[in-house]
C-alpha cells in the first residue's frame, strides 16, 4: 500500500486490478478473487471498510468490478460505471465482462450512471472508449487514474475484447494526451510520478500504429 497525494494505492494480486481510494471512493476492487487481500490493505491505510462509501469503475471488465457484489451486499456501497458498459453489466454477458474468463457470471448489480464531465471526490470524468465502450479515466488536473485505457510506459489497453474498438483506443489516448497529466495510475502494472507526458505520448505514437 502507497499513498501519493490523495490517492491510496492498493496494487492488484494475481489477476486483479490495482485499486485506488480517494477520500470515501473505491476505485476498481478488483474480482473478488483476493477480497481478504484488499481488506488488510485498506485497513493498513489506517481505514475502515465502512469509510468508504461509494465504489467506481473504470470499466466493466470483471479483473476490476467482481468484487463490487459482496462488498455492496456487505457494505451497502453505492457502485458507480458509465452508462455503455453499465448496459453490458446489466445484459449480463458473460464475454463482454470478461466474468466467462473467471469461471463466473454477471451478478445482479444496483448500479448508477456515472457519465462525462461528472466530478468524483474532485476528479472529472473522462470517457475513454477502446478498451471497452464505457471505459472512463478520472483526472483532477494533475493526477490521471486511467483504468485499462493507457498505462505506464507507453502501453495501453487490449482492443479484441467485446466492446473494444481500435479507433476509439486511438482517439482516447490522443485525448488523454491533452490533459497534461503528470502523475499516471493506470489499472495494472506500476504507478508513474515522473516522465508521465513522455510515456503517453509513446502511447500515442504506438496507437497510431494500429
Same mark, same amino acid.
Request: a negative charge; glycine letters at 10%.
Given at each position: /500500500? ?19 481510494? %480517494? ?18 490493505? %485498506?485497513? !493498513? ?10 465504489? *467506481? ?5 470483471? +479483473? ?29 454477458? !458473460?464475454? $463482454? =465482462?470478461? $466474468? $466467462?474468463?473467471?469461471? /463466473?457470471? *454477471? ?10 464531465? +461528472? ?5 472529472? *470524468? ?5 478498451? =471497452? ?26 482492443? +479484441? ?19 497534461? $497529466? ?9 504507478? @508513474? ?9 509513446? !502511447? *500515442? /505514437?504506438? @496507437?497510431?500504429?494500429?
Amino acid at each position: /500500500m502507497d499513498k501519493v497525494d490523495d490517492i491510496i494505492i492498493i496494487m492488484g494480486k494475481g489477476r486483479d486490478s490495482n485499486s485506488y481510494i %480517494i477520500g470515501e471512493t473505491l476505485i476498481d476492487p478488483g474480482s473478488g478473487e483476493n477480497i481478504d487481500y484488499l481488506k488488510d490493505e %485498506i485497513k !493498513a491505510a489506517g481505514l475502515e471498510m465502512t469509510d468508504i462509501k461509494k465504489i *467506481v469503475n473504470t470499466h466493466c471488465h470483471f +479483473d476490476h468490478m467482481g468484487a463490487d457484489k459482496q462488498l455492496q451486499d456487505e457494505y451497502g456501497y453505492e457502485i458507480y460505471m458509465h452508462p455503455l458498459d453499465l448496459q453490458t453489466v446489466k445484459e449480463k454477458d !458473460a464475454d $463482454a =465482462t470478461v $466474468a $466467462a474468463s473467471f469461471g /463466473m457470471e *454477471v451478478p445482479d448489480l444496483d448500479i448508477k450512471e456515472l457519465n462525462e464531465g +461528472d466530478t468524483v471526490e474532485g476528479y472529472e *470524468v473522462v470517457h475513454t472508449p477502446g478498451h =471497452t465502450r464505457g471505459g472512463i479515466c478520472l483526472f483532477n488536473g494533475k493526477s490521471l487514474i486511467s483504468g485499462d485505457t493507457v498505462f505506464s510506459g507507453g502501453n495501453f489497453g487490449r482492443t +479484441d475484447l467485446p466492446t473494444g474498438n481500435t479507433e476509439q483506443m486511438r482517439e482516447s489516448i490522443l485525448k488523454i494526451s491533452e490533459l497534461d $497529466a503528470v502523475q499516471l495510475f493506470s489499472g495494472h502494472g506500476p504507478y @508513474a510520478i515522473s516522465q508521465v507526458p513522455e510515456q503517453i505520448a509513446l !502511447a *500515442v /505514437m504506438i @496507437a497510431s500504429r494500429l
